[in-house]
């Protein structure tokens, strides 16, 4: 648990070329019940001998372009089994003698593969559709290997060593669109015998892993009211016992409806008292009057959040513990040398930097992982006792710890809340070069708002499309259509909205609008509408998320507009927008129009990409 080791002997490792996919990898092989984490494309192979199996990841650069990503030629000598996948299949042949170039055909997406027999592919169909993506391939094998899997346009879909039980697999078996991928997975993992594990033998051991880390101090804890700091808190609690642990919940006043409530009451069976709550919301009303912009509304809650914390510790008396004297001066404001560390819900694909990191377009900070956080943690100042899990591993740790099944399996928050859903505007935006007949749709409004939305590699931010519909309690196919053709064709448009509350387009009023608590209440109560219809017809656990958006213009006078966001997604890196059915739409339309202050509701119809799954 100590934060650089991993326990790796007898696991399963992939080396991380910097694909997209290597945590499906890894937590498809845990769900198998192996161990299985990621480690840097460039680990030394000295650093391997003990592991039961090596998985090369794909990546998204070319294997023999200069300051490609690299891995270390002597791990294919270990005499362990090796799996190269897309990138990494190209890899071991090029390292080994073969020969990589530009396919003459470049396939993305569905392909027909023919296997022979082999450890991986025997027993399965002759033929099966695999998932491709690629447009460089294996031209030439390298020496004692031969073709286990062809393509029409690519002849070594898939190679083997059979003496060395090294592969080569140009397609990707992890992704679900791939026939057989989890079986072929599969066998590979058995032929390396890895250890098991299961969330059991994992809660079994990481009590003694904690007592060991935190020897003699004490853990302070922000808790959040999101999953993954609810359960590190109270797994802290079980192994340390509650006077060696004290945690803070900072309410901002953006949370969702009872939730304070429904956390301390979660708390209470378990005998968990530690627990100071703050009431920080008018702090954040004042912070945010008049801020607008959607980063700099993140920025002015996140410092407000350090504020908070500084504030209550110092006067709980907590003295946090101290390292070198560069985190000390960047953590000015800090009382002197104390026996408290920092407790953080940090979970595993937040902790790993990817081998293509350097290499890759996007990749975000999380905030339990800024420069100062960082320094802490080489420090050992920083506990975190969830680092080694999947989203779905912390819930089951939540339930093994005693913790209700309602409030573990809740719906992902953004650590902002309420404050990303609150659309901030002090005047319209304008219109530019929009009109409603450069869309074949008589019954559309375009909104004077933009949001944000993901196209290509980049973010947009562009105006959303209202369309109307003389039925207007349910949106048909032809809607959804065109929330997809819509924002494909247009350079304006990157949101489609369905209007639940009107057949025709209206006249909007502007109200000029920042987060305050009026318009905070406002949104909890609709959020607690969606949320509770939803609990009622049993969806909640179905659709994987549901924004509720506060936008700031109606129809009348002071008004204000809902839109509802219902996603389908298992990781949130794509989205597909839910369809929910007709009668419960018109049930949260109809509460939703009741609240005072709400004289629209729109639906949003838009998958990610083009949208993204919040407003901003
Ligand atoms: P997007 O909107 O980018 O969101 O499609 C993907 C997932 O991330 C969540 N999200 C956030 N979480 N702080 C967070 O802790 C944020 O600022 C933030 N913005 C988006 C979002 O709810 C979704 O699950």
Redesign the pocket.
Known sequence: MSSSAQPIAGSIVILDFGGQYAHLIASRIRRFGFKAYILPADTKAQKLQNVAGIILSGGPQSVYEKGSPQADPAVLDLGIPVLGLCYGHQWVAQTLGGKVAPGIVKEYGPVDIERVDSDLFSGLPKRFMVWMSHGDEVKELPKGFVTIASSRNCIHAAMMNEARNIFGIQFHIEVVHTEHGMEILRRFVDLCSPESWSIESYAAHVGEEILKEVGEKKVFMLVSG?VDSTVAFTLLNKVLGEDRVQGLLVDTGLMRKGEVAAIQKAFVPLGIRNLQIEDASEKFFAALKDVYEPEAK?AVIGRTFLDVQREVSERMGLRMMEGSPSTRSARSGQSPIGDWMLGQGTIYPDTIETGGTQHSDKIKTH?NRVELVQKMIEEGLVIEPLKELYKDEVRQLGEELGLPHELVWR??????GLG?RILCAEKPAVLEKISNSQFPISNSLVLPVRS?G?QGDGRTYRHALALFANNHSCPTDQHYELASSIPNESKTINRVLFCLSHAKPFEITFTPTYIEKGNADLLREADAIVTDAIRESNLYETI??F?VVLLPFGEKKDMRSIILRPIE?TD??T?AAYRLPKDVLQNITKSILKLKGIDAVFLDLTN?PP??????
């Open positions: 999101g993140r905030h719906h992902p928050f953004p650590g902002p990303v944000v993901v994987w998320q924004p997604s949130a890196m989205a990610k949208g993204t799954i919040e407003w901003e």
